[in-house]
């Protein structure tokens, strides 16, 4: 820990927020509780990007996924309204345990890989990316991917609206089974 | 001078392994999707930081069609999640097993 | 002259093939014909070639094997032995064909027997005529696989099919000593040929000769039924008559003699081998001898016989007499062959009798079968002056005047044989034949083929004349040893002092003609011996034999053989591999266990997989 300038303890609080509310989404049984917290922690990365120099993505975190996909999972939970995952209860801390236990084993490599790398240590400077300048990149240079990634839209709009229509012959529902 | 590119990079992979986490060990259908959500998300972050370690812009234009995916996705995923509960009626993905040997 | 020989093979081969392609299509009568005319053929190109004239010189037919220095031509040798034995066995064998086509006349395998005995007339003759040692091999083979096709012939019964397999067992277990004495000679000579080997005599040193001599008296013994592999012959008689008359009585028993006749040179460098070879002879004579004695199947007094008649050849060569044995052999095929038509002829006509003291009454109703039974008994008993006399009364000879004094025993053992056989020949006779008010009536004899009877008569009369051949004294004086006296070994004249041989004669035949009366007055009503004594038992069973070798060889062979099969490996190795299929299996059963269907399942691994990479990224980055 070099330094403690402002930015910094910005840098670790928010961290600390993100961390926290991701934890609390995750372990939560009931899921529009995890969907709140995932805004908070969605949020908070927002703002992590701006301090790390990214105004317009900061921006487009807290519209897009704070404001629209948890948004949307809230309207389908709502909608289907799903139990929440209380029964059969005393075996669910067992589920956790290869996950977590992975999970474990990974961090701590990526802290030894982290740790050995000479060029984790730089420090990142302050900077702020202009939108003007992001967008001409953006534009510039990738504007294939752009026409792709909207390709990439529509087609799963498309596929939105066909999966959700409304069936003619709603069949017996079944366990287990599809068409 | 921030924080080391390091340090950021740990708290992206934190993220991401909870994200990680999620999906494997819940059994509800939208908790895997959250799970998803969070490693995207993590992921996005990484990119944020490295971006700025190495002075491009490249790595926010990626963050942009991250965001396009996770969008597509969060869309056809929660389609195909009303649709098969009203299919089958069960939103367990314990329950869709019939790809069992 | 190659043309000729090739013939006299070709014709029977010709005629197996005919009836095995075509056989099905075409009339029982054509196919018989067929048969017939093969070995006619046969016998005609016999005469050809005995008429042009016999050479030691090799004749190549084919270029068989050749492999590097192993050469293993088809090439024949047709000397006197080998003229010899090619009309006997050609004429013999066109007789019994006539006779077996009216005797199989309602047999609906009539075709395949045909195929057999055509098959085994090529086989015997491959026997009598090769030089090449592999090729008589290839005979020899054949003549054991063709009896045993023909002693099974009847294979719906299984008691022949199992009789057929002991003969070709016992004669395979003396197959062994040929292969291994082919190996020796292509060792030794770096060749096969007979007449080669037989000129080359000097070159063998005594071990080899006399080891050479066993193994070839080992296999001559299997094909010969002689001591210790004597059992299968009665056995034998399982199959049709006709059979039993070609094959065990007239050829396939005198190969094993025909072939120690041919390569004597190599036996008699060796006086351990050819006293081997007379003591073997003469025990099978009287074993066999006494073992006739007690039996009531018809076939099975003729079957002993044979045995017996046949270790009179082993005695003579042992003796170093093959004209002797040649001439016996000859003899031998000529009444032997007629007795068992003969007996066949009694057969059909009291509808497959086999018993002989069921028999009797048959003068009148057989009167044709009778005459014939009769010159054959006669020739058997070696009554003076006609058929067999000749022959048995050299080979006592040649063992009476040979240096060596254990062979005065050994004369002893032949006389004695020498007289049982009257003995058991005339009781065979008398029982058959006689008048007695429980024998035979003529409603039980059926009517047999005329041509059955007629076709035994030119077999008859060589049976009764063919002393002439070798008469020891008159104008016609020992053609027989004249004419063998190219082949190598052949003694003409004994060297006997005339009043030496006069006297021997005498006694003979004077003891012959005893027996002979003494048996008629015995066998005249004949009564069944008490079947509780002992002896009675000893002898028919042929001295237990039989059960000795269940009991020595059959049954451990077949402990060890069900330990094997149950222990080892139904138990080891049958177990082993299931059990190594079963842990297969388990560890399947297990590995199946992560295939749950679930999506968290997959996830899961997965991530183990990216906790693997990163492990090893891990450790390229830190240079481990």
Redesign the interface.
């Known amino acids: 820990m070099s330094g403690f300038n402002p930015y910094s303890v910005i840098f670790y609080g928010l961290g600390l927020i993100v961390l926290a509310s991701s934890l609390l989404a995750v372990t939560r049984r009931n899921p529009v509780h995890a969907v709140m917290y995932l805004i908070a922690s969605f949020l908070g990365t927002a703002a992590i990007f701006y301090l790390l120099g990214a105004p317009l993505l900061a921006a487009l975190e807290a519209i897009l996924y704070a404001g629209a996909f948890m948004v949307l999972f809230l309207f389908i939970i709502m909608t289907v309204k799903p139990e929440a995952e209380g029964k059969r209860g005393r075996a669910r801390a067992r589920r956790w345990l290869l996950p977590a236990a992975l999970a474990g084993v990974s961090l701590f490599l990526v802290l030894i890989l982290v740790g050995a790398d000479p060029g984790g240590r730089t420090l990142l400077p302050a900077a702020m990316a202009q939108p003007a300048a992001f967008g001409r990149v953006l534009f510039e240079r990738y504007w294939f991917s752009i026409e792709v990634a909207s390709f990439l839209l529509f087609v799963a709009l498309v596929g939105a609206l066909y999966l959700g229509r409304r069936m003619e012959d709603p069949t017996e529902p079944t366990v287990g089974g599809e068409r | 001078?921030?924080?080391?590119?390091?340090?950021?990079?740990?708290?992206a992979?934190?993220?991401f392994?909870?994200?990680?986490?999620?999906?494997?060990?819940?059994?509800?259908?939208?908790?895997?999707?959250?799970?998803v959500?969070?490693m995207l998300?993590a992921a996005?972050?990484a990119f944020?930081?490295g971006?700025?370690?190495w002075?491009r812009?490249?790595g926010?234009?990626f963050?942009?069609?991250i965001?396009?995916?996770?969008?597509?996705?969060?869309?056809?995923g929660?389609?195909?999640?009303?649709?098969?509960?009203?299919?089958?009626?069960?939103?367990d993905?314990?329950?869709?097993?019939?790809?069992?040997? | 002259m190659r043309a000729t020989l090739i013939l006299i093979l070709l014709f029977p081969l010709a005629g197996a093939m005919i009836n095995v392609l075509a056989g099905r299509y075409i009339s029982r009568r054509l196919s018989a014909t067929v048969a017939c005319g093969a070995v006619l053929g046969a016998l005609i190109m016999a005469l050809f070639g005995a008429a042009a004239g016999t050479s030691h010189q090799p004749v190549d037919v084919y270029r068989w094997i050749a492999v590097g220095e192993f050469q293993a031509s088809m090439s024949l040798l047709f000397d006197a032995t080998a003229a010899l034995m090619a009309l006997v066995v050609t004429f013999v064998s066109f007789i019994i064909h006539v006779y077996s086509a009216a005797f199989m006349r309602d047999d609906e395998g009539y075709v395949r027997y045909f195929v057999y005995l055509n098959l085994f007339v090529f086989a015997m003759l491959v026997v009598a005529l090769a030089d090449n040692l592999v090729f008589v091999y290839l005979g020899w083979e054949g003549v054991g696989f063709c009896s045993y096709a023909l002693i099974g012939f009847w294979y719906g019964d299984a008691r022949n099919v199992s009789a057929g397999r002991k003969a070709f067992l016992l004669t395979r277990i003396g197959d062994v000593a040929f292969g291994v004495a082919l190996a020796l000679c292509f060792l030794w000579y770096q060749s096969f040929s007979i007449s080669n080997i037989t000129t080359h005599t000097q070159d063998l040193t005594i071990g080899m000769a006399t080891l050479l001599g066993l193994l070839f008296l080992w296999a001559a013994l299997g094909k010969s039924a002689q001591l210790p592999l004597s059992v299968w012959l009665p056995d034998a008689m399982a199959g049709p008559t006709p059979v039993s008359a070609l094959i065990h009585a007239a050829t396939m028993v005198a190969a094993g003699a025909y072939l120690l006749i041919r390569m004597f040179p190599v036996l008699s460098l060796s006086p351990a081998v050819l006293l081997a070879a007379a003591v073997i002879g003469a025990v099978t004579a009287l074993y066999s001898a006494l073992a006739a004695l007690a039996q009531t199947d018809i076939k099975r007094i003729l079957a002993y016989s044979t045995v017996s008649q046949v270790a009179y050849m082993f005695l003579a060569v042992g003796a170093g007499d093959i004209v002797g044995g040649m001439f016996l052999l000859i003899s031998h095929a000529f009444f032997k062959a007629l007795l068992f038509l003969a007996a066949g002829c009694v057969i059909q006509a009291l509808a497959d009798e086999h018993d002989i003291f069921r028999m009797g009454n048959l003068k009148k109703y057989l009167p044709g079968v009778y005459w014939l039974f009769l010159i054959g008994v006669l020739c058997l008993s070696a009554f003076p002056l006609i058929g067999g006399f000749f022959s048995k009364d050299r080979i006592l000879l040649a063992l009476f005047i040979h240096p060596e004094p254990i062979y005065k025993l050994l004369w002893l053992m032949g006389f004695i044989g020498a007289l049982l056989t009257p003995l058991y020949a005339m009781r065979l006779f008398f029982i058959v034949f006689s008048d007695r008010p429980e024998g035979g009536r003529k409603s039980e004899v059926k009517p047999i083929p005329k041509l059955m009877v007629l076709v035994l008569w030119p077999l008859a009369v060589l049976a009764l004349f063919d002393g002439l051949l070798n008469l020891p004294f008159g104008p016609g004086k020992r053609w027989l040893a004249h004419y063998m006296s190219s082949v190598p070994g052949a003694i003409v004249d004994l060297g006997a002092s005339s009043a030496m041989s006069w006297a021997l004669g005498l006694l003979d035949s004077i003891l012959v003609l005893v027996v002979i009366a003494g048996s008629y007055f015995l066998f005249r009503t004949p009564q069944k011996t008490q079947r509780g004594s002992w002896v009675h038992r000893l002898l028919f069973s042929g001295f237990h034999l039989d059960r000795l070798y269940d009991r020595v060889l059959v049954v451990p062979y077949q402990a060890i053989s069900k330990f094997l099969w149950v222990q080892v490996d139904a138990g080891g190795l049958d177990r082993g591999v299931e059990a190594g299929a079963g842990t297969i299996a388990s560890f399947s059963v297990v590995l199946n266990l992560w295939n749950t269907g679930r999506l968290s399942t997959y996830l899961i691994t997965f991530f183990l997989g990216f906790v693997a990479l990163l492990y090893f990224l891990v450790l390229v980055w830190l240079g481990l």
């Open positions: 001078m921030i924080v080391p590119f390091g340090h950021v990079l740990i708290l992979g934190a993220v392994l909870i994200g990680a986490v999620c999906t494997m060990a819940h059994r509800n259908l939208i908790m895997i999707l959250v799970g959500e969070i998300n996005g972050l944020v930081a971006s700025l370690h002075w812009l490249d926010q234009a963050v942009i069609f965001m396009a995916a996770a969008a597509s996705e969060v869309a056809v929660l389609a195909l999640f009303v649709y098969s509960e009203r299919r089958t009626g069960s939103m993905a314990d329950d869709y097993d019939v790809l069992k040997g």
